[in-house]
């Protein structure tokens, strides 16, 4: 399989899409990154072409962004097997169940404009749901909230839902009225449903008065400039369309292209490398929360809820080669969000259906994504992604954005280095909230401070390194003659803000100990 960057026939509007550099109260601080990320490009070209070669893909695309600009694009393979047509950026493959993100992102756009509520009972958009039998007599209406994070309590579906997507409006509508088996009651276990999607897109359809499809195109879709974005295979130029495989006795076997219909909200979206790379960047441009323009066409806060977790779906621990693999986290809205040793966020979705396979992955802290597309059926995407995020950690580039301080922080910084040097009550009192003293005694608090600093040899300094974990919480260092100490506070919720919580602490020299396992 040859491999090939196509990042130059990428249009120009598109790496342009979103500004480099996203001002605000967070920011990232190594003038070289870019630069650090770009020298992993060769080795995540390497990783894409194995992984495609040992699991027989015909055909695959795949890109990485970086502050919402894709950065590199890059194609193997053919997207049609007969004649040999290979992959290019314009191609356009089926995403599957990443179009779920693009219904969630719908129905938050409709709320932000007042038109409905997550809250609201989804029976007042899809009356059909009037007629649910719930499983116990306590069990909660079914609401929007319910089926935009997985929380209905209908049964995980896959297998079955693929198969759906040719229904019409009025096979769900007779699907609904003929009664949805619980496995839960709603709102108390995470399970995947393919059904509750379908649900949100009828949501959509009622709310507006006009079919999910146009919508989504109209509103969401032409916005962003997604112009090679379809939900009908048929709306494809031929010359562009990926076609969808399986492999069976060593050949491929070409599938069927499913139709969209009713239940196209939760799988039906067609999309390229270039457009699905704009969607990411989308989302990425959602962070950090800041002043200015906010163009839509769904608002930055509302990007941002959906990358938070709304539905916890577990936790997972294993011993590896590698050492002790953590994973944690759950359902947000149309997306999946994981924290792991390594990423306190870790957003993502893949999709797969028969002759396909997708995966974006990003992470917000970092202002970095992945994508990529395969069609092999259920191409498995997860390992590569895992793959190219540890080639970009090994540049050294890839280091999270930097919470900016609240002067006042800085301000109290000072104040509390100074005090540690020479405690002087005047001094204590600006800086300690009416709870500092409250918990330990001002007394008690200078001659333990006295203490450390005299342990230490005195003539404290700041060693210039202020680590920020919010606009009002941080910790330093201060090198003395013999030792040093680490410092950190909080402020309390009040203006001014003042020191709620300070803790001062010797730092011991480095002991011989056996080593923790490593933890990913």
């Not at 999607?197 to 195109?217: C, D, E, H, Q, S």
């Not at 970092?366 to 540890?390: E, K, R």
């Not at 001002?442 to 680590?467: K, M, P, S, V, W």
């Not at 003042?498 to 002991?511: D, G, N």
């Amino acid at each position: 399989m040859v491999l090939r960057s196509g990042l130059a026939t990428v249009a120009a509007a598109l790496l342009a899409a979103v500004p480099a550099r996203l001002a605000g109260q967070a920011s990232f601080t190594d003038t070289e990154r870019l630069a650090k990320l770009k020298t992993a490009l060769p080795e995540i070209d390497r990783v894409v072409r194995e992984f495609a070669e040992k699991s027989h893909v015909p055909g695959v695309a795949y890109g990485v962004i970086v502050d919402g600009r894709l950065i590199h694009a890059g194609v193997a393979g053919l997207r049609e097997v007969p004649s040999k047509s290979v992959v290019d950026t314009g191609t356009v493959f089926r995403i599957a169940s990443m179009t779920k993100s693009f219904t969630a992102a719908a129905i938050l756009k409709l709320r932000d404009e007042g038109k409905l509520s997550l809250e609201d009972p989804a029976e007042r958009y899809v009356p059909e749901l009037k007629l649910l039998k719930y499983p116990t007599a306590d069990s909660p209406r079914l609401t929007i909230r319910h089926l935009m994070s997985h929380s209905t309590g209908f049964p995980e579906d896959n297998p079955w839902g693929d198969q759906q997507l040719a229904d019409s409006d009025e096979d769900l509508s007779r699907m609904i009225r003929s009664g949805i088996p619980f496995s839960n009651p709603p709102g108390i276990a995470y399970e995947y449903s393919n059904f509750g999607f379908a649900i949100l897109g009828r949501v959509v359809a009622n709310v507006t008065k006009m079919p999910y499809t146009r919508y989504l195109t109209e509103n969401i879709l032409r916005p962003l400039g997604m112009t090679s974005t379809f939900m009908q295979a048929g709306a494809v130029r031929p010359a562009r369309l990926a076609h969808g495989y399986r492999r069976q006795d060593e050949a491929w076997l070409e599938e069927a292209a499913l139709p969209d219909g009713s239940f196209g909200s939760m799988g039906g979206m067609l999309t390229s490398i270039a457009d699905l790379s704009r969607w990411v960047g989308f989302m990425l441009q959602a962070w950090p929360p800041r002043d200015g323009a906010d163009p839509g066409p769904v608002r930055r806060a509302s990007l941002r809820e959906m990358q938070q977790v709304a539905r916890f779906s577990g936790a997972t621990a294993a011993r590896t080669s590698d050492g002790l693999i953590l994973s944690a986290g759950g359902y947000a809205y149309g997306l999946g969000v994981r924290q792991t040793c390594r990423f306190k966020i870790s957003v993502a979705h893949s999709g797969g259906l028969p002759g396909f396979g997708s995966h974006m992955r990003w992470l917000p802290e970092y202002g970095v994504g992945f994508v990529a597309l395969g069609n092999l059926t259920y191409t498995s995407w997860g390992g590569v992604g895992d793959q190219v995020f540890d080639a970009l950690a090994r540049t050294g580039g890839l280091e999270p954005r930097q919470p900016t301080p609240a002067p006042v922080l800085v301000e109290m910084r000072d104040k509390v280095s100074r005090l540690i040097n020479g405690w002087n009550d005047g001094l204590a009192d600006s800086v300690a909230a009416m709870n500092l003293f409250l918990d330990l005694s001002r007394d008690r608090r200078h001659q333990a401070i006295d203490r450390l600093r005299t342990e230490a040899g005195g003539g404290c300094r700041n060693d210039g390194h202020f680590e920020v974990e919010n606009a009002l919480r941080g910790k330093w260092r201060m090198r003395c003659t013999s030792g040093e100490l680490a410092v950190s506070i909080t402020l309390a919720p009040t203006s001014p803000a003042r020191v709620q919580f300070l803790e001062v602490t010797t730092i011991k020299p480095e002991t011989s100990l056996a080593p923790a396992p490593a933890c990913r």
